[in-house]
């Protein structure tokens, strides 16, 4: 089943992430407290609506880089707001999703770059998750996510399921 396995904020660019249990997630905004949310991060434009609101990364990806690295990732040293398990996030650009009460829409993969690597002097990040770094999702609306929140694909009637990348299939 995919869940959520943590969730972190940081209220401005550059700062180091803090995980909590649970957070308050604002339609066309991002999570409370975050600094994507608060225009003050480092992919924050201004007058342009938040291009980054929540990032997501996989729990398995975070290991599968981690084994050609002599210091790994943690899950805030990704930079990321939302680790997750049991979700192929790669597959998830273009489907509406369910993390816990929360309804987004994944955007875009979230490509890795050397920002993470700067900020916890730890090289070598943008090659170890290649192709795994992730996904940007925009908020479709307001509710709560909590650690262990479970997260539910939408998708349209007459499509096949492409390989199991979340585990209970429903329509809106």
Not at 82 to 99: A, K, P, S
Request: net charge positive.
């Amino acid at each position: 089943m995919g869940k959520v396995l943590g969730i972190f904020i940081c209220p401005r660019a550059g700062l180091l992430m803090q995980s909590v249990p649970r957070v308050m997630a604002f339609a066309d905004l991002g999570l409370e407290g975050d600094r994507y949310s608060l225009r003050v991060g480092s992919w924050s434009k201004p007058g342009v609506k938040a291009n980054r609101q929540v990032s997501l990364v996989a729990i398995e990806d975070i290991s599968d880089a981690n084994t050609s690295l002599e210091k790994g990732f943690s899950p805030q040293d990704t930079r990321r707001n939302i680790l997750t398990e049991g979700v192929e996030l790669n597959r998830m650009v273009n489907i509406e999703f369910l993390v816990g009460g929360v309804l987004m829409l994944g955007i875009k993969q979230c490509d890795p770059c050397a920002r993470p690597s700067a900020l916890v002097d730890k090289p070598f990040f943008a090659k170890a998750l290649a192709r795994r770094g992730g996904l940007i999702a925009e908020v479709l609306n307001d509710g709560v996510i909590r650690v262990g929140d479970g997260i539910f694909a939408f998708v349209e009637e007459g499509r096949a399921p492409m390989r199991v990348y979340l585990v209970k299939w429903n329509r809106l």
